[in-house]
T-cell receptor
Framework: AQTVTQSQPEMSVQEAETVTLSCTYDTSESNYYLFWYKQPPSRQMILVIR??????QNATENRFSVNFQKAAKSFSLKISDSQLGDTAMYFCAFMKKAGSSNTGKLIFGQGTTLQVKP | NAGVTQTPKFQVLKTGQSMTLQCAQD?????MSWYRQDPGMGLRLIHYSVGAGITDQGEVPNGYNVSRSTTEDFPLRLLSAAPSQTSVYFC?????????????FGPGTRLTVT
């Protein structure tokens, strides 16, 4: 069974600075996807960034980037130039790629609450 | 497109009562699922469906029932509510054939069982 672990329950960062959120996972699969979701106080789940395991290049979306270390099973999220609107809970998630029977089951970590301070 | 909609947004039940959480999507997605979110535990999969007439259990299915009679709707039934079912419930959908594998989440339902 797959597991996802986020070991930082809470973090804070000053506005305009950079912060890194950690995520590790455990799987015996070789083909899978990793995601970071953002959940602001509105409760809406928002996809921030995705990474396909077979791609060596780290994914980037504007101020958000990941450090994907497949051998170490690590998938950290870096937020550059933090903004007040980045204040939210962030979830790391794993999804197995299973060919035609890919049922899209997401396995979530426990979440990290990020506070961006002015 | 409205995306994924859920009703109600909030609900309070007494122990033993039953209710149905509604979920609908207008994106013609084949895959739909229900998650519950509890503090310190992230989101956990309750039930999922890969198409009309096909459902299967997730990680925490006990106490919940689902059916999928249409592509658009995927209701979640609590048969006899228990305080342990106090949680925030999310419905999600995705297009199985698309390559981006993005799941679209509804706004959630906060359920309190007293």
């Amino acid at each position: 069974a797959q597991t996802v672990t986020q070991s930082q329950p809470e973090m804070s960062v000053q506005e305009a600075e950079t912060v890194t959120l950690s995520c590790t996972y455990d799987t015996s699969e070789s083909n899978y996807y990793l995601f970071w979701y953002k959940q602001p106080p509105s409760r809406q789940m928002i996809l921030v960034i995705r990474q396909e395991a077979y791609k060596q290049q780290n994914a980037t979306e504007n101020r958000f980037s990941v450090n994907f270390q497949k051998a170490a099973k690590s998938f950290s999220l870096k937020i550059s130039d933090s903004q007040l609107g980045d204040t939210a809970m962030y979830f790391c998630a794993f999804m197995k790629k299973a060919g035609s029977s890919n049922t899209g089951k997401l396995i979530f970590g426990q979440g990290t609450t990020l506070q961006v301070k002015p | 497109n409205a995306g994924v909609t859920q009703t109600p947004k909030f609900q309070v039940l007494k122990t033993g009562q039953s209710m149905t959480l509604q979920c609908a999507q207008d994106m013609n997605h084949e895959y739909m699922s229900w998650y519950r979110q509890d503090p310190g535990m992230g989101l956990r999969l309750i039930h999922y469906s890969v198409g009309a007439g096909i459902t299967d259990q997730g990680e925490v299915p006990n106490g919940y029932n689902v059916s999928r009679s249409t592509t658009e709707d995927f209701p979640l039934r609590l048969l006899s509510a228990a305080p342990s079912q106090t949680s925030v419930y999310f419905c999600a959908s995705r297009d199985i054939d698309r390559g981006n594998h993005e799941q679209y989440f509804g706004p959630g339902t906060r359920l309190t069982v007293t």
